[in-house]
């Protein structure tokens, strides 16, 4: 029984410092390695490894955010008839003017450039012309960004 007592006194030290050990040295690793640049590089850097995107009829992000009216809708309809539609959350962009949402949508979808100065899509924001519109304009809640191939027409 004595054993017994002193071996698991024994485990239960080392148990203890190895926890200690692990623990202060990945707060020391992470407080060494950890940077809001590098966060920032993670969550708004572009993929290196990921191919460039031309074609957003065929690529889109799915689902429905839960956040109410607070969304902005982006729809993409190609020469070929195809559409592709897109729903993000508001608080997704730091900016909320209408070429930074455009391009910021883009830059996710890894587009090769900025998306409001490709000469391949004309957009539209509830049916206003982009162009038409200041850069700087901010985008309403429960938007919807239309973009077409440039020669194909409205449906």
Same mark, same amino acid.
């Given at each position: 029984?004595?054993?017994? @007592?002193?071996? =698991?006194?024994? +485990?239960?030290? @080392?148990?203890? %410092?190895?926890? !200690?050990?692990?623990?202060?040295? =990945?707060?020391?690793?992470?407080?060494?390695?950890?940077?809001?640049?590098?966060?920032?590089?993670? @969550?708004?850097?572009?993929?290196?490894?990921?191919?460039?995107?031309? *074609?957003?009829?065929?690529?889109? =992000? !799915?689902?429905?955010?839960?956040?109410?009216?607070?969304?902005?809708?982006?729809? +993409?309809?190609?020469?070929?008839?195809?559409?592709?539609?897109?729903? !993000? /959350?508001?608080?997704? %962009?730091?900016?909320?003017? @209408?070429? /930074?949402?455009?391009?910021?949508?883009?830059?996710?979808?890894?587009? *090769?450039?900025?998306?409001?100065?490709?000469? !391949?899509?004309?957009?539209?924001?509830?049916?206003? *012309?982009?162009?038409?519109? *200041? /850069?700087?304009?901010?985008?309403?809640? /429960?938007?919807?960004?239309?973009?077409?191939?440039?020669?194909?027409?409205?449906?």
């Amino acid at each position: 029984m004595k054993q017994r @007592i002193r071996y =698991l006194k024994i +485990f239960g030290i @080392i148990y203890v %410092f190895l926890g !200690l050990l692990l623990f202060f040295g =990945l707060k020391y690793r992470v407080n060494k390695n950890f940077s809001k640049e590098s966060l920032e590089q993670l @969550i708004a850097g572009r993929p290196v490894l990921m191919s460039k995107n031309i *074609d957003f009829c065929k690529s889109g =992000l !799915l689902g429905e955010p839960k956040v109410g009216r607070e969304y902005i809708k982006f729809v +993409f309809s190609c020469q070929d008839g195809s559409k592709s539609t897109s729903t !993000l /959350a508001m608080n997704a %962009f730091k900016d909320k003017s @209408i070429v /930074a949402m455009i391009n910021e949508y883009g830059r996710i979808l890894n587009f *090769d450039g900025k998306l409001s100065e490709s000469n !391949l899509w004309k957009c539209s924001v509830n049916g206003n *012309d982009v162009s038409a519109l *200041d /850069a700087q304009t901010l985008v309403l809640e /429960a938007s919807t960004i239309e973009c077409y191939q440039f020669e194909s027409v409205k449906q």
